[in-house]
């Protein structure tokens, strides 16, 4: 039998292998992303929980004057691993290196990166404070950090909840660690790893709909006090020091 790390790793080993590359990078968290993403240009860029490499490949795309140096793009499954280095060959992609790497414990030197880019991962790593240690660590003084995750506070954790008192758990798609986080607590685990904040983003209001998927509110994304209890926050922040 396998330890939990063995199993986990199979686990995201098969998921990954029932998903093609997300080409367009236009899934909702990495829209937002792209609407906000400050200033990388020349920048050396850790995205960790890669996947199988859309956005990486689309941060590789940027025009010369907006891209960055170089582009690590690193993810648990060596699945996913092996899709993006594939794809990215395909697309003869030059600044992107693809490399396995676990955000419980990075082979990265303190201090080496410029940038760390974590697209919804930290729900599904045994411990989120730790991986934001480990981003804290590897980034040099003032390095940039950007982040989305699945936020509970509003409609979508409620939903889950309900679910979960029927029943039913929720599994983000059939991922084997699924934490529930929520915007406030994940700002406050940023701070106290040793970052500065320097903005917040939000967007994404559904209503679920017995047997269909969840109505999007759209309208709702244009009343800015309500990021907080928005399902896609995109958070910005610093290294201080």
């Not at 968290?29 to 890669?50: T, Y």
């Not at 990075?106 to 940038?115: F, I, Q």
């Not at 509003?154 to 983000?172: A, D, K, M, N």
């Amino acid at each position: 039998m396998g330890t939990p790390l063995d199993e986990a790793r199979q686990a995201y080993d098969a998921w990954h292998g029932q998903h093609e590359v997300d080409e367009e990078a236009d899934a909702p968290w990495h829209l937002l992303a792209r609407a906000h993403l400050p200033d990388v240009a020349g920048l050396r860029v850790l995205e960790i929980g890669c996947g199988r490499g859309g956005f990486a490949a689309w941060l590789d795309g940027l025009p010369e004057h907006l891209r960055p140096a170089a582009i690590l793009a690193a993810d648990f499954s060596e699945t996913a691993v092996e899709k993006g280095r594939a794809f990215a060959a395909r697309r003869g992609l030059r600044r992107v290196t693809f490399q396995r790497e676990d955000l419980m414990g990075l082979t990265l030197a303190d201090g080496s990166l410029d940038a760390a880019f974590s697209f919804e991962t930290l729900e599904h790593v045994p411990t989120p404070r730790r991986a934001l240690a480990e981003l804290h660590r590897v980034l040099r003084p003032g390095g940039l950090l950007c982040v989305t995750f699945p936020n509970y506070l509003g409609l979508q954790g409620l939903h889950r909840t309900w679910r979960e008192l029927t029943g039913r758990p929720w599994t983000e798609g059939g991922q084997p660690i699924n934490h529930p986080l929520t915007l406030p607590g994940v700002l406050a685990w940023i701070r106290l790893a040793g970052f500065a904040v320097e903005a917040v983003h939000g967007e994404g209001h559904y209503l679920p709909v017995p047997r269909r998927a969840p109505l999007r509110l759209r309208a709702l994304d244009r009343a800015g006090p309500l990021k907080w209890l928005a399902a896609h926050p995109f958070v910005v922040a610093r290294k201080r020091g």
